[in-house]
């Protein structure tokens, strides 16, 4: 029974943030334009993968990156370094009975202004969803969804392969001009 109040209450959630956030700037944006990029994924065996990947693109083009990584349990694992500029780890400890995320380094994730904001999720983690809808980012760019809202100003089908659903990004995004 609670579960099922807690998820109308979440998606209530997650529309009040997807009202907040019609009254962002939306500015279609490529790697070529990007100087500030922000990255969400929910933890996975491949995040070194993930991390060469975004890294690489990001080197190329000179892009400031900072990545939010989400791992879906109670408590970080142990060994995982602590947060900084660019990167920030967080658990569902961090998200309030909602999952909405609440912690300090969370909310200036949200509101900082980057360019592009990429969520690599290939499945919808709550937390994420409200992160992405929340940001205040230029432009939104995640995997087609069907599941739940969609934030996102530009969307891609994709690979469940990470790395490479941002070698596709690349291509789509270079006819951005």
């Keep these: 029974m609670f579960g099922h ?13 997807a009202a907040c956030a019609r009254k962002r700037e939306e500015l279609a944006c ?14 996975n065996i491949n995040i070194d993968t993930v991390l060469n990947a975004v890294r690489d693109v990001a080197e190329r083009y000179n892009i400031e990156l900072v990545f939010m990584i989400y791992f879906p349990q109670d408590k970080l694992p142990e060994g995982i370094e602590i947060n900084s500029p660019s990167r920030i780890f ?3 400890n961090e998200c309030n009975w909602f999952g909405v995320p609440n912690a300090a380094a969370i909310k200036n994730f949200v509101n900082t202004r980057f360019n592009l904001l990429i969520d690599l999720s ?4 709550f937390p994420l969803q409200h992160i992405a809808i929340s940001s205040n980012a230029g432009f939104k760019i995640g995997r087609i969804n069907h599941e739940t809202y969609n934030p996102y100003n530009f969307v891609l089908l994709g690979s ?5 659903f ?4 690349e291509t789509y995004l270079y006819k951005i001009k």
């Design 160 to 164: 469940e392969n990470e790395a490479q």
């Design 90 to 92: 967080f658990s569902d």
């Design 166 to 169: 941002i070698k596709d990004l």
């Design 5 to 17: 109040i807690k998820n109308i209450l979440k998606n209530k959630s997650l529309k009040s943030a």
């Design 122 to 125: 290939s499945k919808v983690w």
């Design 30 to 43: 490529n790697f070529e334009m990007a100087k500030t990029m922000g990255v969400i994924y929910p933890f």
